[in-house]
């Protein structure tokens, strides 16, 4: 990819504030500076906002609209694969006599076929994430949403994506452009539902805010401008005084950055009218290794808050055999500092740069870079993703008291081609940044296991679920194991359960969905709620999506 800095040739883009901070060195250990200049952030002011009629009162569009449907292309560049690195942390031993318990309840999820139904289109790739609430479990994928009791039992939809913005006065919103993330804030008891939009020349995130608990009530709807540059993988967390959203930017020509926002969040609380501040980085400003391809806002688990005054940690990865030109393999933690006032404040700092064991993300794909995973019956392979530097999400926060824990992944080749899942454990205590542990889940049986998303409960136990295939006997499904808070440090300890076996594989596109979500139930912050996709059927775009839940030991 070509990067260049944008400097004054978009005049609407103020440069961004990014504070000196430490970096430490691979080889020594030592701290040193990072040399950067100063500016200020960005402040905007929505650009509309209004509040939506109760979405159990929208009817479902039979068709999809003309012309409403803007899928974006995926940019980014094709990373050749050099041989086998290794992998420092691999756990490649299944546990002995590990016995997970198996899911609580599993049901199904959105599928290709609502899409074709729905809208008489089908898309590739789905992009499933979810989150629960106290009552509520709600879905979104690429074009659709919607809303299930935790029984399964769908109380709303499927709804088109647009059909959330339905009136607004961001015509492009009411397109179906996808990239979806839905959050629950239980600090606040809301929903937060967004997308991206794709039409231009002048980009939009969307994002939707609830009036209250029930996701299937009214919404608080807002669009925050990103000018000339198409806001992709837009990702988002929960915080105390602020939302906060990340993405990889693209502008007109050969323009590339990514961003990080911080959205005004009680003014969106009440349908007020509300700000954004935001940093743009880009090679002029920041080494691009640094930033790669997305950083991962930390979104918040649990009933213990953040201090007032807890700066937002926000998190990429680094791989030295990438595309970006990385010295070491190592996690990059910046942490936003906002004050919302009638002049709001802001700050983003590159606080450490923590070395981690080695892992390897550029996996064999053949014949492009796409065509990784292989899977029963069929030469065609599907999308690892792996080579895109970044995290995959979610960033899971949990403050404990004595330290606050952040908990991602990423896909990794973790044994000569297969995938495995590297995860991590940050600490923040008394302000500084460790490695508390980390590991990459490939038991050496053949099986890749890939797109992964981890979180912890109130004990401090982790849940890490994924994909798996192979080429024989293991079709598209989706597993998940485990941990215990006394555990070997970057071990999963507890074995492997199934949310469901796949029973097909998906025929011509390579493409498999950018994320998946673990996520917590906050009536008892104990148990894990996880959706991903699967085939039933082998299909040329078949998926299908499954939702399921379960408790680890002692929770």
Known sequence: MQLKSLGR????????????????????????????????????????????????????????????????????????DRGFAGDGAVQSTAPAGADIDPPLATFEGL?????????????????????????????????????YA????RLLGPLDLGSLWAGFEVDDCTDLSGDPVVLYDQLEDRWILSQFTTRGPIFYNCVA???????????????????????????????????????????????????VYALEKNK???????????????????????????????DIDGNRRPRDSAKIPIVGTQDDEGPYGAAFDALNLFELAVKWKSQPTASLTL??????????????????????????????????????????WRLAYRNFGTHESMVTNQSVEALPGIAGARWYEIRRTGGAFS???????????????????IAMDKRGNAALGYSVS?????????????????????????GEGVIINGSGSQLVSARWGDYTSMNIDPTDDCTFWYVNEYYQVSSDRGWQTRIGSFVLPGC
Request: hydrophobic share 35%.
């Open 268 to 298: 969106m609380l009440n349908g007020e009218p509300a700000r954004s501040i935001q940093f743009f980085l880009d090679s002029a400003v920041v080494p691009i290794n640094l930033i790669g391809d997305g950083l991962l806002p930390a």
């Open 351 to 392: 606080t450490a740069q923590i070395p981690v064991a080695e892992f390897d993300s550029a996996f064999p794909c053949s014949p492009v870079s796409r065509n990784c995973i292989p899977q029963p019956g069929t030469a065609n392979q599907i999308d690892i993703l792996s080579y895109r530097q970044r995290p995959t």
């Open 435 to 453: 490695l508390y542990q980390q590991g990459t889940y490939a038991p050496d049986d053949g099986v890749n296991r890939w797109m992964g998303s």
């Open 9 to 80: 040739r978009t005049a609407w883009l103020v440069p961004v504030l990014l504070v000196a901070g430490l970096i430490a060195s691979a080889q020594s250990g030592s701290a040193q500076p990072a040399k950067w200049t100063a500016p200020k952030p960005q402040v905007r002011n929505a650009v509309a906002f209004d509040m939506s009629r109760p979405l159990r009162d929208i009817a479902q569009r039979p068709t999809a609209p003309a012309g409403r449907i803007h899928l974006p292309p995926e940019r980014g560049p094709a990373v050749a």
């Open 209 to 259: 805010i609830s009036t209250n608990g029930d996701p299937t009530g009214a919404y608080y709807r807002y669009a925050f401008s990103s000018g000339e540059f198409f806001p992709d993988y837009p990702k988002y967390g929960v915080w105390t005084n602020s939302y906060v959203l990340t993405s990889r930017d693209f502008g007109p020509t050969v323009e590339y950055g990514i961003s």
């Open 111 to 147: 599928s290709n076929a609502d899409n074709l139904s729905l809208l008489g289109v089908q898309v590739s790739p789905p992009d499933p994430v979810g989150d629960v609430g106290p009552n509520h479990y709600v879905e979104m994928v690429n074009l659709l949403f919607a809303v």
């Open 470 to 494: 192979n080429a024989t006997t293991v079709f598209p499904g989706i597993r998940y194991t485990g941990r215990l808070r006394g555990d070997p440090l970057g071990d999963m300890t507890l």
């Open 150 to 153: 935790k029984d399964g039992t």
